[in-house]
């Protein structure tokens, strides 16, 4: 009885350390005012365009300092290019263009997302794995963040490079349409800077 007794004390003392050891884990709601996504797209030759698309909400789930899960929805009505001056027509053209079939298709997909499945540890900082879902068709992804805790608050920056024709975005590119004149030519992956602030 007495060993039996050992025993139990002993698993318990065991479990309880593990217990100890395991990392918190926290969940941070992601505050879409104060988040920003700019993209980044490039022509073969002369100048691309850059510009933002708004973040509506989400949330990032953490273990320690490791990110095990989350969810990023983005409003993809918001879609604004910041390289030309707003009063310029051909911004609130290019804007159009954007919104069209040609490429998102807003008025049919009017959002996208973001699903974190989770990440490691790395020098540059974390990997980041999970499925981004845009123009109805979803590919996996993965990047590098930097995180920055701070209070009740996280900060995480990361630069994603996105292969547009993957989820089927082909417009003017030399890949997929012959004969296009240089500076007509969009290349495929465009880049996506976001600087995320969550808060518990």
């Known amino acids: 009885m007495k060993k ?10 065991s479990i309880g350390a593990m217990a100890a050891d395991k990392p918190m884990t926290a969940q941070y709601k992601i505050d879409g005012a104060a988040t920003k996504v700019k993209w980044i797209a490039e022509k073969k030759v002369g100048a691309g365009h850059d510009g933002f698309v708004a973040v509506k909400d989400g949330f990032l789930t953490f273990q320690g300092d490791v990110i095990t899960g989350g969810e990023i ?10 390289d030309i001056p707003a009063t310029d027509e051909y911004n609130a053209k290019l804007v159009g263009h954007l919104k069209a079939p040609d490429f998102f298709d807003v008025a049919k997909y009017p959002s996208a997302k973001l699903i974190i499945k989770g990440s490691e540890k790395t020098k540059d900082g974390l990997k980041v794995k999970g499925d981004l879902t845009f123009i109805g068709q979803t590919n996996a992804v993965e990047f590098v963040a930097a995180i920055s805790k701070k209070d009740q608050m996280i900060n995480a920056k990361s630069d994603v ?11 003017n590119s030399e890949n997929w349409i ?8 969009i290349k495929d992956n465009f880049t996506l800077k976001v600087d995320i602030t969550a808060k518990k």
């Open 4 to 13: 039996m007794m050992s025993a139990l004390v002993g698993l318990t003392l």
């Open 161 to 171: 490079l996105i292969d547009r024709t993957k989820w089927g975005l082909k417009y």
């Open 73 to 82: 929805n983005v409003d993809m009505n918001t879609i604004s290019v910041a």
């Open 178 to 185: 012959k004969q296009l004149a240089g500076d007509k030519i």
